[in-house]
């Protein structure tokens, strides 16, 4: 028997909100391009009034009413992102939903921000105006006057609303009800924060009946150096005309959209030379004014070709994040952005995983980049969101009642991006699992635009893509790629469709904390096999929340510190720059990994070799500069002449005489690559690339046993050292306290540690065995001390609470009365699994030691399988320079190649020389460092903490991707180790 009681319960998000309705956003024109229109807009930024409610249930009613009472509201900035501005909480997560997968519903537990702007308009709108929302953040309602206007869905696209005969002339109300979770919510689980608002710019614009509603224009570049024009307006305007001033072009258009201009000889666009030309199309109404790029888009031979030269990308994903702003990104900082990303040879941009703003395709077609510009659309939380062996159940690639949506979300990106020469390849999403509506979305998009390629990753068949893109494959498996050798497909007509694809991945090398390791290794690989064509990092930038303690330290915020019941943690601190755009180090080796000159200088020092790795540009633009250290600082430098070298060519330059001159010794040769003059991004002298040849190291001298071993008390003296007899370590050196060396097997994990290899399945994460293995908790029983000859030999045994595994060091000192030297053994027993994170020795000095100058590889870190950045010389800093500051505190800051190492106090200094070894210095102990989760819990306890490292395990990037590979890991084994005091 059917009830006819009525249901009390029925959700309170019927009807304005629509929240349920799994398709696109109701009321708004058809997508069209973002143009300069050459016609009046007012922006409508600035201060709204503001009403938050934590459901919808207890908003306020009647808000689009004209007569509604805002005047109790609160101001809020548009754009914005209300959690940013004390209105509820961020909230972080990567790939679970932060509700219920319970599709199309949401919680109760919804929150809403209602807006609502008083604003005058001219005279100029009343003869027909749209309203654009460039990013709402989910589900927008919209009025004006009173009037509802229609829904938002697809929260980075923009939406235009017809408001002819809506607005007046005068003062007018618009009211936005944003609903932060909506249906849509499931097609955008994007790795971010969820931080709902109006995020980027309103704008009303004048568009009078007659005005030209969209434009396309494809500039392409043929064989023989000419440029092509083809215009398509909507509605057709025959008779209009087009005109390129710089290149004395004119045409009238026929109203034909297969009207091809030729437009002569004409530079060609490239991300090395971005070549614009500003086009204006004049109608009777407007004159519509655009920059145009000439190039074209083919794949041939496996590869991505431009203007028939194969593309190597040097790219990053890049969200777009605030620390104060959350969404919002002001225009000066994606400039300050996009010039770091130029300074460090980066010259392509994923938008993951959605449309960026507007802004940045104009900037990237100015200064150079190649976009992936990727479609509004991730639904990865449905991955594991099934019952068990039912991963993606119910995902909407596969479900027909998201169709309209998905391909109303294509359409947007696309017509809005579609005249930017920037725009290389359209993304259809990310990690969307698979399904028919993808493949709609990639049949849609090579219909409206044939040219440009179409990407996906998450469907490895690669059916109806473009391009085979993957994410974090090993080096191993990349390499079988670029061999065209990987495993096949099932389906034969599939495999053989895939291999004759170009190769990029997508994402790599996650730059989580201290890290990634492995760029070479990739690079290389890029380099030499043609099909693989490059990667994007991820990412570019960490999204990191300042807050401030409350003694007013500024720090950075990740998930789970606003009280968050689900999150993700610090996986959203994952960038090459943080959050305040400081670059890391893991950038300044990713600037000299894919540096686009690469210089070789002979052991003789007779000549360098340039080898241009540029796709399209010669060396003209750069210059070449020589300068040779010594260890009394900078001896001579000077400028060398270069050849003009093609890309991909190499020039033999021989060098000065005053250079061969000075071979020999404790010399470092540089060369650098710098810009010969000033660009948009960076001034005149900015160095590009960089090569050296020579060491600084001097030889380690010989200690000889000339000292006598003196027992007094409860120490032990030899030469200028005394020892502690229980328990054989150092106890002061020239009269200065020092307690060590201390054997050290351990690291504050680092994110990469903490990391799961995903390509050794059911492998345990290299911390958590460091942790079962007890190597924090490492300490040593004295086994015996001796005098042997004027030597003082000292026997440790360390081990583990619990564990039976021991390692026995034996220390053995010798001095020469002014001098004192080290010469340790470590030999490992039995039982230690596959790993150590080092063999070090730690000491304890006075906090005064606190200045460090050292002679090898620097400024910056270096770790097995980074710091490529680092160069050899002699350097130096304070303690405090020495860290680097990562979100979440973990092992950083190791100086490598060391051969000399002098710590300086209040009253005299220490001097450490070793044949080769690393070395970090803190102001706090390893314990303290990992136990931190965020900076201001890192307090110095008035000790300098040094540890001298004799082998180093690798980084990796487990974070996201494969482990330390086999090259850089340090198996437990012997390891001797000297190091002399002076």
């Not at 258009?253 to 002569?264: A, E, I, N, R, Y």
């Not at 086009?279 to 145009?292: F, G, H, W």
């Not at 070479?520 to 690989?525: A, H, I, K, T």
């Not at 994952?574 to 686009?596: C, N, Q, T, W, Y």
Request: glycine share 10%; charged share 20%; aromatic share 8%.
């Amino acid at each position: 028997m059917t009830s006819t009681r009525p249901n009390l319960a029925a959700s309170p998000y019927e009807g304005a909100m629509d929240l349920l309705n799994p398709g696109p956003g109701r009321g708004s024109t058809a997508p069209r391009a973002h143009v300069d229109s050459g016609l009046p807009t007012l922006s409508l930024n600035g201060d709204w009034r503001f009403h938050f409610s934590p459901t919808l249930a207890a908003a306020p009613q009647g808000i689009e009413e004209e007569t509604f009472d805002d005047a109790a509201w609160d101001t809020l900035p548009v754009p914005s992102s209300w959690n940013l501005h004390g209105h509820g909480a961020p909230t972080y997560t990567n790939v679970q939903f932060p509700f219920p997968l319970d599709p199309p519903h949401m919680p109760d537990a919804n929150p809403v921000g209602d807006h609502r702007l008083r604003f005058l308009a001219g005279p100029e709108f009343q003869h027909g105006a749209l309203l654009r929302l460039d990013g709402v953040d989910n589900a927008g309602t919209v009025w004006l006057n009173g009037t509802l206007l229609g829904t938002t869905r697809g929260s980075k696209l923009p939406h235009e609303f017809d408001v002819t005969g809506v607005l007046r002339a005068g003062e007018n109300v618009l009211a936005v009800r944003v609903s932060q979770f909506s249906a849509s919510s499931y097609l955008e689980d994007q790795d971010a924060w969820w931080l709902p608002g109006i995020f980027r710019d309103v704008t009303l614009l004048a568009h009078p009946a007659g005005a030209v509603r969209d434009v396309f224009v494809q500039a392409g570049y043929t064989a023989d150096g000419r440029g092509t024009l083809r215009v398509e307006l909507d509605p057709p305007v025959p008779g209009a005309v087009a005109t390129i001033p710089a290149l004395g072009f004119t045409a009238t258009l026929d109203g034909s959209p297969d009207q091809v201009f030729d437009v002569g000889p004409a530079s060609p666009w490239s991300a090395e030379s971005p070549s614009l030309h500003a086009l204006e199309i004049a109608t009777p109404k407007q004159t519509l004014r655009l920059n145009v790029g000439f190039r074209s888009i083919t794949v041939e031979d496996a590869q991505v070709k431009l203007n028939g030269v194969p593309l190597l990308f040097r790219g990053v994903n890049r969200h777009e994040h605030n620390p104060d702003l959350g969404r919002v990104v002001p225009r000066e900082q994606l400039l300050a952005e996009l010039h770091l990303m130029k300074q460090h040879n980066i010259n392509a941009i994923r938008t993951a995983h959605y449309a960026p703003h507007p802004a940045l395709l104009h900037a990237a077609d100015e200064l150079g980049f190649y976009i992936i510009d990727e479609c509004d659309y991730e639904t990865h939380g449905f991955e594991d969101g099934g019952p068990a062996h039912q991963n993606w159940a119910g995902n909407p690639s596969a479900e027909p009642q998201y169709r309209e949506a998905l391909l109303d979300r294509m359409a947007r990106i696309v017509e809005r991006d579609k005249n930017h020469p920037s725009v290389i390849m359209w993304s259809l999403g990310n990690e969307a699992g698979t399904g028919d509506n993808l493949a709609a979305m990639a049949a849609w998009t090579k219909q409206r635009d044939p040219e440009r390629l179409v990407h996906y990753e998450g469907d490895w068949a690669s059916p109806y893509v473009d391009v085979y893109s993957r994410m974090y494959a090993t080096p191993a498996e990349v390499e079988l790629i670029g061999r065209q050798e990987e495993v096949p497909l099932p389906d034969a007509a599939q495999d053989a469709h895939r291999r004759q694809l170009p190769f990029i991945l997508c994402e790599y090398v996650h730059a989580m904390g201290n890290g990634p390791g492995g760029l070479r290794e990739y690079q290389g690989l890029f380099e030499k096999y043609p099909r693989l064509q490059g990667g994007f990092v991820w990412e570019w930038i960490e999204h990191g929340i300042r807050q401030h303690t409350l003694d007013g330290e500024a720090y950075f915020a990740y998930g789970g510190d606003f009280g968050e019941k689900v999150h993700d943690g610090n996986f959203v601190i994952d960038g090459l720059v943080s959050a305040d755009l400081e670059p890391r180090p893991g950038l300044l080796d990713f600037k000299k990994a894919v540096e686009p000159v690469a210089i070789a200088i002979s052991a003789d020092w007779a000549t360098a070799g340039i080898h241009n790795k540029h796709d399209f540009l010669g060396t003209s633009h750069l210059a070449f500069t020589w300068r040779i250290d010594t260890p009394e600082g900078r001896h001579s430098e000077g400028t060398l002449e270069v050849p003009a070298t093609a890309a991909g060519d190499v020039a033999a330059v021989v060098l000065p005489e005053e250079i061969r001159e000075n071979l020999g010794g404790q010399r470092v040769l540089s060369v650098s690559a710098v810009l010969a003059a000033d660009q948009p991004w960076a001034p005149a002298g900015h160095e590009v690339a960089w090569g050296q040849q020579g060491s600084p190291a001097a030889p380690v001298p010989a200690v000889g046993a000339t000292g006598r071993v003196e027992a007094r008390g409860g120490e032990v003296r030899l030469g200028p050292a005394e020892f502690d007899v229980a328990t054989g370590g150092l106890s002061s050196f020239r009269g200065v306290p020092v307690n060590g060396p201390r054997l050290n097997l351990w690291r504050a994990p680092t994110d990469n540690d903490r990391g799961k290899d995903w390509t050794v399945p059911g492998q345990a994460r290299d911390a958590e065995v460091w942790a079962a293995a007890g190597l924090p908790l490492l300490e040593g029983r004295l086994q015996s001390m001796e005098d042997d000859g004027g030597r003082l030999r000292v026997r440790v045994r360390y081990g583990v609470p619990v564990a039976r595994t021991h390692v026995d060091v034996e220390y053995v000192w010798a001095s020469d009365g002014a001098r004192l030297e080290l010469s340790a053994h470590v030999e490992p027993g039995p039982g230690w699994g596959r790993n150590w994170p080092r063999v070090g020795f730690d000491f304890e000095l006075p906090g005064g030691f606190g200045q460090a100058s050292w002679t090898g590889f620097g400024p910056g870190q270096k770790y097995p399988d980074t710091g490529m950045a680092a160069k050899q010389g002699w350097f130096s800093a304070s303690i405090d320079e020495l860290q680097v500051p990562y979100v979440r505190p973990q092992e950083n800051g190791a100086r490598a190649g060391v051969s000399a190492l002098r710590l300086d106090g209040p009253d005299g200094g220490i001097s450490f020389l070793s044949d080769g070894m690393s070395f970090a210095l803190r102001p706090w102990s390893q314990e303290a460092l990992a136990a931190a989760r965020h900076t201001p819990d890192l307090v110095a306890d008035g000790i300098s903490h040094l540890t001298l490292d004799a082998a180093v395990h690798g980084i990796g990037t487990a974070s996201c991707g494969p482990g330390v590979l086999p090259a850089y890991q340090l198996a437990p084994g012997p390891v001797d180790f000297r190091v002399v005091m002076e």
